[in-house]
């Protein structure tokens, strides 16, 4: 009896992928890397996605059932799953994956924590210092264009998931906004 076992899927973990898919093609969206001037680099594609699975995570920790947690950990294992699946795709050795991928997590986790105080406050301002230190690496200022425009949007989009009802969201769907075109200056 224990060997089926072996073979059982994780709860919700299609929806997991399908949401966590949602996100990757969210963070990927080309407005962010020739406007917003997001590196386009494995750190400034890594930081978007962080920031769009986090405010889905969120979204799905907030939800008063109990299914909400349980597709939230099924977003977070389907982004680590990926997360390791590239690693070993780019060639990195088996050896050392287990300590990028930790490293990884503590940076995703790092971030969320980050987000969190400023997006429950509705802080703009707090959040683009977070998002200017951790998607730009600090090379560009808090109160640029690019950050506050940044942190708008995740306002946005954590309004946006707030109101998707979580019986779609345990079917895997889910809609992002996309960035405006034009930064305000």
């Known amino acids: 009896m224990a060997l089926f076992g072996l073979f059982r899927r994780k709860p919700h973990e299609r929806q997991g992928f399908e949401l966590y898919g949602a996100a990757v093609r969210a963070a990927r969206h080309p407005v962010f890397f020739a406007h917003y001037g997001v590196p386009d680099t494995l750190d400034g594609r890594f930081d978007l996605i962080g920031l769009q699975v986090a405010l889905l995570i969120r979204r799905l920790h907030r939800d008063a059932d109990r299914r909400g947690a349980v597709l939230a950990q099924a977003v977070f294992d389907a982004m680590f799953a990926d997360m390791d699946f590239n690693l070993r795709e ?13 490293n990884m997590w503590e940076a995703f986790h790092g971030r969320a924590r980050a987000y969190e105080a400023p997006l429950e406050a509705r802080d703009t301002a707090a959040l683009a210092a977070a998002l200017a230190r951790n998607v730009w690496r ?36 889910v809609t992002f906004p996309p960035p405006r075109d034009e930064i305000p200056q």
């Open 90 to 102: 780019m060639g990195v050795g088996d050896m050392s994956i287990a300590k990028r991928v930790k």
């Open 138 to 173: 600090g090379a560009v200022a808090e109160d640029a264009p690019a950050p506050r425009a940044l942190a708008a949007l995740a306002l946005a989009t954590d309004d946006a998931l707030a109101a998707q009802g979580l019986d779609a969201l345990l079917r895997g769907q």
